[in-house]
């Protein structure tokens, strides 16, 4: 919706609906920085939001090229935000190179702030320029506001009397003042996060809080060209409660902690970092306090094994990992269904094959989570599908862990992992225990007496008197857990497993519409963080006159019972997914329904544009004017 309009006046501020900003510069530009403070001050303000850091994967690219541009967009609203926006209203660049990167995403109209002081000879040259932007035409179809930030924060921190290249660093500070005075976001947080952060360092800590107010001051002062102005996006109607910041990997961090206690278990994190799962690990090692044990291993083979013999011990073993790590923790992985034992794996998903593209997301690990391990090795999938639902799932990740004795892989991706919205902190209270019951009584016992209702085996914690017992991957008799090779039993025990597996279905919600009716000419289904853009792409399209219907699916193994049923009573289904169509691969073998793929593969979350147009081109319906 472009609501983001000109203003012709300085000296009052123009109520806007939303806005979309983009952040750009070099990755020693501090964008992210910038970006995640600029989010943290709107949070505060009140309104809904939502946020894509986009950063190279080299971790220190040629300064001034385009491998090393890095962005973070941010977009909020007096309204709900459900994804990070399609394209920025406003553009800030800080040197030629995130101009070039950056300036076919933003909005004709829309506003470019340009630091002039870095369009050098050499940085044009960098970013395959030979004449300059800014003395061209080639920018005519935007509001440009051109400033040499450059300059004004070397005035602003010369009292400091830091070197010139310390004294640049502060410029992304001098930028986010100016966009804080332009939106009319508070500065104090930003302030107090500066003198924390450099708490050791005073002199750096004040040279970068002037910057930023040396900024604000410039947009309060400086005479600005005509459509530019200051302006105001209102306050949004949330519920009410308690509110913070929070990314998908902290959620996750958190919900792993949350289930631990509902379960009335330690937790044992073993891991070993990897992009963009790492921060969990970060996340977890700081809430020690809480009984949480981390081990940062070797490798990822090390670390999902510590994690086993945390879960034997009788604790809650997690790990955490992307695709990469996922397929060297294949073989434990299946250790952990054989010898049956909770296990939580994490899979942060990122762009593949092998190394790939790591800092960008993707959802190509689906089929590798519900079938790449050797032999007939069930274990239950889940997905989240915001950040804030990643707590969610984390302690649904637990519950059934614990419940079932079973692995749980837990999706999420890059975008969930790295983006941010407003969290309403939820009262612990409120959500029911599922306490663990260990084996004590020794009497009749054997590792793999099963309860005849989950198929669950007991769980004992060796040392108990009576209960000792030992595990393994070698197949194990039915009746006795005793090491058995006999094909009859090793058949039985195959279709055991696969049973429990499968009944977990009975415990799990029945599948809904997200929005719209249960049936009609066209069902649009989604898993994992295209939760946003499909919702507004369906609302959108719904507002239009359109039999479109939004379906998620949360749980990916076992499925709800009645997502056939719901499948098949829509004309048309199509299934975005950031892969090359692993969802719609599983819903066509599962309940033979014709579902076609929206497949997009490009290291990026989908446009609500993308799947609008493709909701249009199934119903046959011409684009919107």
């Given at each position: 919706?472009?609501?983001?309009?000109?203003?012709?006046?300085?000296?009052?501020?123009?109520?806007?609906?939303?806005?979309?900003?983009?952040?750009?510069?070099?990755?020693?530009?501090?964008?992210?920085?910038?970006?995640?403070?600029?989010?943290?001050?709107?949070?505060?303000?009140?309104?809904?939001?939502?946020?894509?850091?986009?950063?190279?994967?080299?971790?220190?690219?040629?300064?001034?090229?385009?491998?090393?541009?890095?962005?973070?967009?941010?977009?909020?609203?007096?309204?709900?935000?459900?994804?990070?926006?399609?394209?920025?209203?406003?553009?800030?660049?800080?040197?030629?190179?995130?101009?070039?990167?950056?300036?076919?995403?933003?909005?004709?109209?829309?506003?470019?702030?340009?630091?002039?002081?870095?369009?050098?000879?050499?940085?044009?040259?960098?970013?395959?320029?030979?004449?300059?932007?800014?003395?061209?035409?080639?920018?005519?179809?935007?509001?440009?506001?051109?400033?040499?930030?450059?300059?004004?924060?070397?005035?602003?921190?010369?009292?400091?009397?830091?070197?010139?290249?310390?004294?640049?660093?502060?410029?992304?500070?001098?930028?986010?003042?100016?966009?804080?005075?332009?939106?009319?976001?508070?500065?104090?947080?930003?302030?107090?996060?500066?003198?924390?952060?450099?708490?050791?360092?005073?002199?750096?800590?004040?040279?970068?809080?002037?910057?930023?107010?040396?900024?604000?001051?410039?947009?309060?002062?400086?005479?600005?060209?005509?459509?530019?102005?200051?302006?105001?996006?209102?306050?949004?109607?949330?519920?009410?409660?308690?509110?913070?910041?929070?990314?998908?990997?902290?959620?996750?961090?958190?919900?792993?902690?949350?289930?631990?206690?509902?379960?009335?278990?330690?937790?044992?994190?073993?891991?070993?970092?990897?992009?963009?799962?790492?921060?969990?690990?970060?996340?977890?090692?700081?809430?020690?306090?809480?009984?949480?044990?981390?081990?940062?291993?070797?490798?990822?083979?090390?670390?999902?094994?510590?994690?086993?013999?945390?879960?034997?011990?009788?604790?809650?073993?997690?790990?955490?990992?992307?695709?990469?790590?996922?397929?060297?923790?294949?073989?434990?992985?299946?250790?952990?269904?054989?010898?049956?034992?909770?296990?939580?794996?994490?899979?942060?998903?990122?762009?593949?094959?092998?190394?790939?593209?790591?800092?960008?997301?993707?959802?190509?690990?689906?089929?590798?989570?519900?079938?790449?391990?050797?032999?007939?090795?069930?274990?239950?999938?889940?997905?989240?599908?915001?950040?804030?639902?990643?707590?969610?799932?984390?302690?649904?990740?637990?519950?059934?862990?614990?419940?079932?004795?079973?692995?749980?892989?837990?999706?999420?991706?890059?975008?969930?992992?790295?983006?941010?919205?407003?969290?309403?902190?939820?009262?612990?209270?409120?959500i029911k225990p599922f306490p663990v019951q260990f084996r004590r009584e020794p009497e009749g016992f054997h590792p793999f007496l099963r309860d005849p209702a989950t198929l669950a085996r007991a769980w004992a914690v060796p040392g108990t008197p009576g209960l000792e017992h030992r595990i393994?991957?070698?197949?194990?008799?039915?009746?006795?857990?005793?090491?058995?090779?006999?094909?009859?039993?090793?058949?039985?025990?195959?279709?055991?497993?696969?049973?429990?597996?499968?009944?977990?279905?009975?415990?799990?919600?029945?599948?809904?519409?997200?929005?719209?009716?249960?049936?009609?000419?066209?069902?649009?289904?989604?898993?994992?963080?295209?939760?946003?853009?499909?919702?507004?792409?369906?609302?959108?399209?719904?507002?239009?006159?359109?039999?479109?219907?939004?379906?998620?699916?949360?749980?990916?193994?076992?499925?709800?019972?009645?997502?056939?049923?719901?499948?098949?009573?829509?004309?048309?289904?199509?299934?975005?997914?950031?892969?090359?169509?692993?969802?719609?691969?599983?819903?066509?073998?599962?309940?033979?329904?014709?579902?076609?793929?929206?497949?997009?593969?490009?290291?990026?979350?989908?446009?609500?544009?993308?799947?609008?147009?493709?909701?249009?081109?199934?119903?046959?319906?011409?684009?919107?004017?």
């Amino acid at each position: 919706m472009d609501t983001f309009a000109p203003s012709n006046s300085n000296s009052s501020r123009e109520l806007i609906d939303s806005v979309v900003i983009r952040f750009a510069g070099d990755s020693g530009d501090g964008m992210q920085l910038t970006g995640s403070q600029f989010s943290e001050s709107t949070a505060q303000m009140g309104n809904d939001l939502s946020t894509l850091p986009d950063f190279p994967a080299e971790i220190r690219a040629p300064a001034g090229t385009t491998f090393g541009v890095s962005g973070f967009q941010v977009h909020f609203a007096g309204h709900d935000v459900m994804t990070p926006g399609d394209a920025p209203d406003v553009l800030v660049a800080m040197n030629p190179a995130a101009l070039r990167v950056n300036l076919r995403d933003l909005k004709i109209g829309g506003m470019l702030v340009v630091n002039t002081g870095a369009f050098t000879p050499g940085n044009l040259k960098k970013a395959s320029y030979e004449v300059s932007p800014l003395d061209d035409d080639s920018l005519g179809a935007y509001r440009v506001l051109k400033i040499d930030v450059s300059r004004l924060t070397l005035q602003a921190v010369a009292p400091f009397q830091l070197g010139t290249k310390e004294a640049l660093r502060a410029k992304n500070m001098w930028t986010l003042g100016l966009m804080m005075w332009m939106f009319g976001r508070e500065r104090e947080s930003t302030i107090e996060w500066l003198r924390q952060k450099f708490a050791k360092h005073p002199a750096i800590a004040d040279a970068n809080v002037a910057a930023l107010n040396a900024g604000h001051v410039y947009g309060e002062t400086a005479e600005l060209p005509n459509g530019i102005g200051c302006y105001q996006v209102p306050k949004a109607r949330l519920a009410p409660g308690v509110y913070r910041n929070v990314t998908g990997n902290e959620a996750t961090a958190w919900g792993l902690l949350t289930g631990g206690r509902l379960a009335g278990l330690e937790l044992m994190l073993g891991s070993y970092p990897i992009t963009p799962a790492s921060t969990i690990l970060h996340t977890l090692s700081n809430l020690r306090g809480y009984g949480i044990t981390t081990f940062q291993a070797e490798d990822e083979i090390a670390a999902i094994c510590a994690a086993i013999g945390a879960s034997y011990a009788g604790a809650l073993g997690v790990t955490s990992t992307s695709g990469p790590g996922l397929a060297l923790k294949a073989e434990a992985l299946g250790l952990a269904v054989a010898t049956e034992l909770p296990l939580i794996v994490v899979d942060v998903q990122r762009g593949g094959p092998s190394t790939g593209l790591p800092t960008k997301t993707e959802q190509s690990d689906l089929l590798q989570a519900m079938y790449g391990r050797n032999g007939d090795c069930p274990l239950a999938v889940i997905a989240a599908c915001t950040p804030g639902d990643c707590f969610d799932m984390a302690i649904e990740a637990v519950r059934i862990a614990t419940k079932y004795m079973t692995p749980v892989l837990l999706l999420t991706d890059g975008f969930l992992a790295n983006s941010a919205e407003p969290w309403k902190i939820p009262d612990i209270t409120t959500i029911k225990p599922f306490p663990v019951q260990f084996r004590r009584e020794p009497e009749g016992f054997h590792p793999f007496l099963r309860d005849p209702a989950t198929l669950a085996r007991a769980w004992a914690v060796p040392g108990t008197p009576g209960l000792e017992h030992r595990i393994g991957g070698i197949e194990k008799h039915h009746d006795s857990g005793n090491i058995s090779y006999d094909a009859d039993n090793h058949h039985k025990m195959t279709k055991v497993r696969a049973a429990k597996i499968a009944g977990i279905a009975d415990d799990i919600p029945a599948q809904k519409i997200e929005q719209g009716e249960d049936t009609g000419d066209l069902l649009v289904v989604g898993w994992g963080s295209t939760f946003g853009a499909i919702s507004q792409a369906v609302l959108g399209a719904r507002r239009s006159g359109l039999k479109v219907s939004h379906l998620h699916i949360r749980y990916m193994n076992p499925m709800p019972h009645n997502l056939g049923d719901l499948l098949r009573r829509f004309k048309k289904v199509i299934v975005p997914e950031m892969n090359n169509g692993m969802l719609v691969k599983v819903l066509r073998a599962e309940y033979l329904v014709d579902a076609k793929g929206l497949n997009k593969i490009a290291g990026q979350p989908f446009k609500i544009a993308e799947i609008e147009a493709e909701i249009r081109t199934q119903l046959n319906v011409p684009e919107a004017n």
